[in-house]
């Protein structure tokens, strides 16, 4: 029953459903295009498969499989009966009715398809490890470094695609220390190998590459900054526009490196926080310093972050993993008052949604000049010191300036986003939705139910309910803001629906205990 619910309610947030058995071939009846991310519903089995971007779809063999029902976005719904599990090629008819006039706008280009699609020469590999090596010369606005990257090949060939935006130049990418040729297409770096790398083996180069990077997306992906004292304050924040702004990766999300280091040179009178823990730290006598941070767990492109300032640093104690704050000097107070605020979360969210995800890394709190960001295991903070959203009442009914909106909302995003991490931009309201009801479950944890269904009916004036929350696939977009707002709602619908708090309470904590550490589409969510 409760997969017949969630079937519903996100066919009817997704503007259609989809799903599939043994193996589907679906592709646009006009073209002849093959189709990603459609839905296919194997009733028998109460399933819901998604086509990859051949628009295959594989049905386990032990399935039984009688009666389907294939929906993709902007496409006629087809139902049927299989009458056999071999191959079946399945086109699909565009519905003109169904095109939502506002995604007509968004104009994608060759370079959105290229970074945001899973193509052949990412799906040949898998990520294994990053070595960033960076230098950042502030004054000058100039970054240069190295990313030695390990991978295994999934499948023979003598190409992959590495990732790094055209404002920046590719000086060299060594293989066993011999130069490989490329091709570059807009962001996107098509790497020759002068051998066919062979299925499971493990390779690794190094990617040499400099320049200005371009200021660019909602908080800037690579800012040079001042502190209101004037000193210099550097920072990264490249969701949408993509980690490739300042250095080089496979930037996508369905594939993340198991772990990953981050060394970052800069001058000696500044200070650089990053993701995981701080091993070491070298001092050069030409005044440099480097800073070597190494992250235990894999992690999305998009969090991998630089935090440089003048910063200072204070601590707190909670079970067994380090939590650490950074903030500039003159706002050291403010923050060790607003900051109480971090363990009472982390017991609340610990409590529904399991342990915390990264504790070898342990949590950090670090302020920035803008609102704030869910870099993993290095929460990037700016909301002023102050309750609400930039102090302002954010859901309009009187509950959010009882706590501080960017560190209960950025924070949920380690559950929901860096430990849980949507495979395709396209089902990001796995990250937004889910975190967005995490506050959500952070109000009821501290002042009761009451208040967390007055927050959450706050939200509804927020949903302008133009476009679906779930967007276009296998293109660099990320979907509308309804999806934070909507998508809590539709969870909180669900748990009106079950109407038994104790069975809820257990659905979600499993849920985010079954999917942590992977990376998985809304379809993963429905067949849970």
């Known amino acids: 029953m409760l997969k017949q619910v969630l079937a519903l309610s996100l066919i009817f947030l997704i503007g259609c459903s989809t799903n599939i058995t043994n193996q589907l071939i679906i592709s646009d009846e006009a073209t002849s295009r093959p189709i990603e991310g459609a839905w296919v519903f194997i009733e028998e089995e109460q399933t819901v498969l ?32 299989l009458a056999s599990l071999e191959n079946q090629y399945i086109a699909l008819t565009i519905d003109s009715s169904r095109i939502n006039p506002i995604e007509t706008k968004y104009n994608f280009t060759k370079a959105d398809t290229l970074i ?33 990257i390990r991978f295994k090949m ?27 040729t490329f091709n570059r297409k807009f962001r996107s770096i098509f790497i020759d190998f002068p051998q066919v790398l062979m299925e499971n083996k493990i390779y690794e180069i190094e990617f040499y590459y400099s320049g200005y990077p371009l200021e660019t997306g909602r908080f800037g992906g690579i800012v040079f900054n001042e502190d209101s004292l004037g000193n210099p304050w550097v920072f990264t924040a490249c969701q949408g526009p993509g980690a490739n702004v300042w250095w080089p990766n496979k930037d996508q999300q369905l594939d993340e490196p198991d772990s990953m280091n981050i060394s970052v040179t800069i001058p000696s009178d ?40 003048n910063y200072v640093h204070f601590s707190d104690n909670y079970r067994d993993y380090p939590i650490n ?45 803008y609102s704030g960001m869910e870099h993993q295991t290095a929460i990037a903070y700016g909301n002023l010191f102050q309750n609400g959203y930039l102090g302002r009442d954010w859901t309009g ?28 931009d396209s089902d990001a309201w796995i990250h937004e939705g889910w975190t967005t009801y995490a506050e959500a479950v952070y109000v009821e944890c501290m002042w009761g139910y009451q208040d967390a269904l007055k927050y959450l009916t706050g939200y509804k004036n927020l949903v302008y309910n133009r476009e679906p ?47 942590r550490g992977q990376n998985i589409y809304t379809t993963d969510v429905l067949n849970y």
């Not at 386990?60 to 993709?72: D, L, M, R, S, Y």
């Not at 990412?122 to 502030?138: H, M, Q, T, W």
């Not at 300036?401 to 949507?422: P, Q, V």
């Open 154 to 180: 999934l499948k023979s060939d003598n190409k992959i695609q590495i990732d790094l935006h055209d404002s920046l130049v590719v000086d060299k990418i060594l293989f066993e220390d011999n130069p490989l």
């Open 325 to 369: 704050y950074y903030v500039q000097p003159y706002n050291l107070e403010a923050a060790k008052e607003q900051f109480k605020q971090v363990v009472p979360m982390l017991e609340c969210y610990e409590k529904h949604f399991g342990d915390y995800p990264f504790p070898k890394d342990g949590y950090k709190l670090i302020e920035v000049p």
């Open 116 to 148: 945001g699609s899973y193509g052949k020469y990412r799906a040949n590999n898998d990520l294994l490890f990053y070595d960033l090596d960076v230098k950042i010369d502030v004054a000058n606005k100039f970054i240069e470094g190295k990313n030695t």
């Open 469 to 515: 929350i779930i967007g276009p696939t296998a293109v660099n977009h990320w979907p509308t803001r309804d999806m934070y707002f909507k998508g809590a709602l539709f969870l909180n619908t669900l748990r009106s629906i079950i109407d038994d708090d104790e069975l809820w309470w257990n659905m979600v904590y499993d849920y985010s205990n079954y999917f």
């Open 397 to 424: 009914v009187g509950i959010s300036t009882k706590f501080d909106f960017i560190i209960i909302h950025e924070s949920g995003h380690e559950w929901f986003g860096n430990s849980i991490t949507a495979a395709d």
């Open 270 to 309: 500044l200070q650089d926080i990053s993701n995981g823990q701080l091993v070491s730290k070298q001092d050069f006598e030409n005044g440099w310093t480097k800073f070597n941070w190494k992250i235990s767990y894999p992690i999305n492109n998009y969090s991998v972050a630089l935090n440089i300032g």
């Open 50 to 81: 998604r086509s990859d971007i051949y628009g295959i779809v594989d049905i386990p063999n032990e399935f039984e499989v009688k009666n389907i029902e294939i929906t993709a976005k902007n496409y006629e719904p087809l139902s049927f009966e």
